[in-house]
């Protein structure tokens, strides 16, 4: 064990800091991360530090399947990997659990066992009467994982209520019985109690883990139960022991620093005046209940402007039921037809309400709001106050613990070819840069609870200054007209403002619930194995291509390089900050 937390994240090579600075989370993300791990171990000739890089190989890959423990090819491969190379330090618990994982998950083939019927059933959404079909087949083959894994990832899909509750209880029945299983078990009935905000419960269910998902596993999962139950105090001595075990998460450094630092608590008006900006397009009844989550919050004196983007359903009833409820705050603006968001949003911004405003803001119309969510916003921007803007976390309204976005990081995907051109037009992704998808990999356990620099932040709540969205188009002001009627205009803004110098900020302690479902939540076959975000639609399909084809490729590096930078200082500093409470405590 390091002798401090920043020796051992210094003793890790620089391309897996680089990764792990971006997520410590997200299943496929470790996993992958894991492997490269592992071939540089393979390569390494100096005896101790090819003894460190199995070591974390093995920890990354443990972690990972923690994160996803019924999915049995990921078992595989782990156990795959640990057969081929015998100096990979996997406890006689994971091997046992990874190998029962494996023997005991089966996947009908097309058209067998019932997965035609379920993939006819999923495809429709048909919630009901998946479940209780997934329901049956789990109790006919008790021992089978497949249908397990697919009934657990269908009681995510539902959240709380009845229907997730029997799902979630026909996933787990008798699992801790199989051979093997029973840390597996175990793992999934913390979480379970997790969700459910039973603290008590989860950790001792945590407590029975053991060794099986790497050293600093369930000390870490602790640890965040804990401050998700609001006890700091005993959570960072917890948190503090997970990282002494594995000082390559980065995530939970950020997490608890900022526990640490009081962050998590911080509250602030924004600068005023304040302007909150929505535009809608019939969704009447979203509309409706989004004003009344926004008009049941503390909005430090902010006005209010919703347009009325040429709707025909009854978006002018609820707008103008509002306009006198909110006692004059609301003024509602008409268009004869939809002009589409960036236009929307440019038209907001240019009205003479937002034009006297310090602080801007844009809300989705889909969206229910924590009564402190100005506030939280208002603290981050105070932290960070030459952010280019600052965005939060957004979780599916549903299912809550399914996130849809949070700090957004530049990538560019492993399997781009390097000596592509610098614009294939041949291809969809003429320009194959994206947002890291971690969070899209799993349930949220909150690994993203802090506050910081990032990239992109997602346009479904975020707050500017008025200098900022003042700047010009090259430094991120405005949004592009290009991008036309919908999608990827935010992340686009976002681009110019890093080409004129400033960051976008996160504030993950605002999380703010979206009625669309998108990410996790909108996968049809609600398989846990599959959490890649669905096929997005045509209007979004041309105008990422339009987007990717606005930012040479040379530019993108440096976005990426400049972020690697900054987000290496973050690490650096959370585990410095962590390591100086250590030695006064």
Known sequence: MPADLSQGWGQ?????????????????????????????????????????????????????????????PLAAEITSAANETPELPLPQASRAALAAVASHWRAPGAGEGGMAYFERLASRRDTARLADFLAGQTAKDPAGLFWRDKALALALFCGPGEVGARLEASALAGLSAIDGLAPVAANLDAQAAFFSGETTSCREALGLLGPAFGPGFASGRAGLALLAAGDEATALPLLRHSLARAPWQASLAFVAADAASGTRRALAPPPGPVVVMLYTWNKAADLDATLASLFASELCGAQVLALDNGSTDGTAQVLDAWTKKSGGRLCALTLPVNIGAPAARNWLAATPQALAAQSLVYLDDDV????????????????????????????????????????????????????????????????????????????????????????????????????????????????????????????????????????????GHLRVRHRKRSGLAAQPSAGASTTSAIAPGSSANANRYKMQTMHPRAEIAGFIAAQALRLGEAVAGALGALDRAGESS
């Open 12 to 72: 890790i090579p620089e391309g897996l800091r680089g990764r792990l600075s971006l997520a410590s989370t997200g299943w496929r993300h470790l996993a992958q991360t894991g492997a490269l791990a592992l071939q540089l171990a393979r390569a390494e000739v100096d005896g101790a530090q090819r003894a460190r890089l199995f070591a974390l190989a093995a920890d990354l890959l443990l972690w990972a399947f923690g994160e996803n423990p019924l999915y049995a």
């Open 368 to 507: 229910t709001l924590p009564p402190d969510w100005l506030l939280r916003l208002g603290a981050a921007q105070k932290a960070w106050p030459e952010a280019g803007v600052v965005g939060c976390k957004v979780a599916d309204h549903q299912s809550p613990h399914l996130l849809q976005n949070v700090a957004g990081h530049l990538v560019v995907p492993a399997d781009a070819p390097e000596d592509r051109p610098d614009m294939d037009f041949r291809s969809l992704t003429p320009n194959p840069f994206r947002l890291l998808d971690a969070h899209l990999q799993g349930p949220d356990w909150g690994l993203f609870d802090f506050v910081g620099p990032c990239a992109s932040v997602t346009g479904c709540c975020h707050l500017f200054t008025r200098a900022a969205l003042a700047a010009p188009s090259a430094q991120g002001g405005q949004f592009s007209l290009a991008l036309g009627p919908s999608q990827y205009d935010d992340f686009e803004r976002d681009l110019r403002m890093l080409a004129g110098g400033r960051n976008a900020v996160y504030q």
